[in-house]
């Protein structure tokens, strides 16, 4: 079993930025890759970003949602079992719930249904 505990969330005055965190336990995170989603009031839930779990040379792939990319960066450290997403030029419509998530496989990761742990979620509101 995985536990995910989301952190970091507020409330931001838009251009500003936030760093959400993911922390896990139970097991290490190394086994799994690692994704962020968001629901808006009325919404879908959506992606957002997502990390493999393998490594190479080059480090882990990643992968962002098209109206989040140049703007959030998320990243991992296995040996704290944690798993960040940082948050630039936040706008409002970035305003949702944030849920952490972990899948055992490393495809598809754009689609919720691929990842079986997942947290309760921190709320972020973006301002005008």
């Known amino acids: 079993q995985v536990q995910l505990v989301e952190s970091g969330g507020g409330l931001v005055q838009a251009g500003g930025s936030l760093r959400l965190s993911c922390a896990a336990s139970?097991?290490?995170?190394?086994?799994?890759?690692m994704g962020w989603f968001r629901q808006a009031p009325g919404k879908e839930r959506e992606f957002v970003a997502a990390i493999t779990k393998s490594i190479t040379w080059s480090g882990s792939s990643t992968y962002y949602a098209d109206s989040v990319k140049g703007r959030f960066t998320i990243s991992r450290d296995n040996a704290k079992n944690t798993v960040y997403l940082r948050m630039n030029n936040l706008k409002p419509e970035d305003t949702a719930i944030y849920y952490c998530a972990a899948s055992p496989w490393d495809s598809g990761l754009e689609k919720a249904i691929q990842y079986i742990y997942w947290g309760q979620g921190t709320q972020v509101t973006v301002s005008s």
């Open positions: 139970g097991r290490t995170i190394s086994n799994y890759a």
